[in-house]
């Protein structure tokens, strides 16, 4: 068996025990709530993760391509949602084809967007299901509720589409009232939704605030991160991510490089912060190299010397397992499973 | 012959015309001033690419990882400069392997750094080729000019190792000064000083004023990127490297979705934006989640429509490449390439 002192760094290491524990309570509480749970797969990308997920109730996965979605299909899974307009006729034509034996929901936000869904579940003599896409505080994509009636209604009257319900992201409570205007103007129109998506990790701890909602998706929950501390979703026991690093550099008293720059962190910053050094909890990360990790220890009493090893809680997990070509499941002091991140770095 | 127009998108492109006159100008420019010239494969992590350079002129390559460096040894490169600190017993026992049949260079800013390598140096039985690593204005890795010294006097007086110079980063006309120090210093104590090592783009375009210098290494100028056209370092028409993306929404007037986002982009901004849109200069990339870019159309007198393309140059090229599993080699509308990014995501 190999152990942790055995790896070399950087490495991303995942703690299995604490994973295995936010994958059962994330779980709980849907269950609790009579919610559908449906993990996020853009965090991890790795099927044996998944797997656990579904074998702890989950309804379906969530992928955020179609790359993503196919290596799950390849590996088994069904009843994927991808909450992302797909859009032009080369991707149409592999949805329509991913579709044919596979239980797949897409979204759209825009009639140009159904049309081209339509044309290709046509071509290929099959039903594409889509939700549409309700705008939220986050302004990124969606409709607004006069807009998602004429967007349902385009998917409604499709014979080659299915109409399956109404997708949000951040499902924040602040959303409810959109949504239950969305909910009976499309009931007014006569069209049913069976199904509401919500979405995001802070979010989901106030799911059960909005009683509209069917399931919901998160990703990070399965690994957390320094982010997710920082704005209060999970504490520093959650985070079952760390990138194990070595002090290779100790120019000053005050400054320690580590072998971790962005090609392994990523550039996230939050707290003008790139992550949290479990081993020192007072050191600020305050800048990123590709190689380098630059690190301001003046405000910690003990120093590391070169060579030693630290803990890194990333800052955003789903950017840092993207950038691996495996991760490292531990238990204790001891490597039980390398994992493959079989979804990354895909082109289409 | 596959065209762009047949490519999915998100996909990395590198205008080939453009990365030929790139390697061959920096070259001409070294040649012209008595410099050798060392590519830094962190850019591109791509063996053909560096044939390019290597039957250009350049002395031998620079990497930044000792994976990366074994990828190229698999190759057939020799004479690769590791401009970094090798730590801990795994990773100088790697180092030494790769060292017996190869011109492999390393630098250190340390004593303990200095022991290490000796240690596996010793324990193979072989020489390890060490620099000293200058501080600079930057305040990353390096030591100053007086503990250069007792560095260049461990490394010399060690059977095992052998004083390869010094390595300066970023190499700007402002480091002169200690430089001159530096080899005034190691003359003194008897230490010959045959290679200095300089790097970084902007400075490469000063090293002529910096006679000290006796090579350079610099990795982005074979793309150049967004971040060096801001800095002045290369323009629109020197940016080899764009991201073909596809518009996926519009949910407003002025707001546009791109399917590229800080997992096709990277995270990095500069002047608040994370890169330019070829075909709409005003458009202004203000945020990335991992598959959506945000971009303000507001400034702009056409507007995108769903479904249209676009090229994006990125902020910065050496950590795009490092994204994704292949990129694409094209001439006017032809791909006449495609490399697999051979030497990213290696865990050591």
């Given at each position: 068996?190999?152990?942790?002192?055995?790896?070399?760094?950087?490495?991303?290491?995942?703690?299995?025990?604490?994973?295995?524990?936010?994958?059962?309570?994330?779980?709980?509480?849907?269950?609790?709530?009579?919610?559908g749970f449906r993990p996020h797969m853009k965090t991890h990308k790795i099927p044996d993760i998944a797997r656990l997920q579904i074998e702890a109730g989950a309804v379906g996965i969530a992928c955020q391509k179609l790359t993503e979605a196919q290596v799950f299909i390849d590996e088994g899974f069904d009843n994927i949602q991808i909450p992302y307009n797909i859009v032009g006729a080369q991707k149409t034509a592999?949805?329509?084809?991913?579709?044919?034996?596979n239980r797949i929901t897409v979204s759209a936000d825009h009639p140009a967007v159904i049309s081209g869904l339509a044309d290709a579940a046509r071509a290929n003599g099959i039903t594409i299901r889509v939700m549409v896409d309700l705008v939220t505080e986050i302004n990124r994509t969606g409709a607004p509720v006069e807009e998602m009636v004429t967007l349902a209604q385009l998917i409604d009257a499709d014979e080659n589409l299915h109409f399956a319900g109404i997708l949000v992201y951040p499902s924040n409570p602040t959303i409810?009232?959109?949504?239950?205007?969305?909910?009976?103007?499309?009931?007014?129109?006569?069209?049913?939704?069976?199904?509401?998506?919500?979405?995001?990790?802070?979010?989901?701890?106030?799911?059960?605030?909005?009683?509209?909602?069917?399931?919901?998706?998160?990703?990070?929950?399965?690994?957390?991160?320094?982010?997710?501390?920082?704005?209060?979703?999970?504490?520093?026991?959650?985070?079952?991510?760390?990138?194990?690093?070595?002090?290779?550099?100790?120019?000053?008293?005050?400054?320690?490089?580590?072998?971790?720059?962005?090609?392994?962190?990523?550039?996230?910053?939050?707290?003008?912060?790139?992550?949290?050094?479990?081993?020192?909890?007072?050191?600020?990360?305050?800048?990123?190299?590709?190689?380098?990790?630059?690190?301001?220890?003046?405000?910690?009493?003990d120093r590391p010397i070169i060579g030693e090893r630290v803990h890194v809680i990333p800052v955003h997990t789903c950017v840092v397992t993207n950038l691996h070509n495996q991760i490292y499941g531990v238990r204790g002091d001891e490597v039980e499973v390398i994992w493959p991140v079989a979804a990354r770095g895909l082109v289409w």
């Open positions: 068996m190999t152990t942790i002192d055995e790896l070399e760094t950087p490495s991303v290491l995942i703690d299995l025990e604490r994973m295995e524990r936010n994958i059962a309570r994330m779980q709980e509480y849907c269950n609790q709530h009579g919610l592999r949805l329509a084809d991913m579709s044919m034996y409810r009232p959109q949504l239950q205007e969305a909910i009976a103007a499309l009931n007014q129109a006569g069209i049913g939704v069976d199904s509401v998506s919500g979405g995001g990790l802070g979010a989901s701890f106030h799911a059960h605030e909005v009683p509209e909602l069917t399931e919901i998706r998160v990703g990070t929950y399965v690994f957390n991160d320094w982010g997710s501390v920082v704005k209060g979703w999970a504490s520093l026991d959650d985070c079952a991510m760390s990138v194990l690093a070595t002090v290779v550099s100790r120019p000053t008293s005050d400054r320690v490089i580590l072998d971790s720059g962005n090609k392994t962190l990523a550039a996230d910053r939050i707290n003008d912060g790139h992550g949290y050094i479990v081993e020192y909890p007072e050191a600020h990360i305050y800048q990123l190299n590709e190689e380098h990790g630059l690190v301001d220890m003046s405000k910690c009493d």
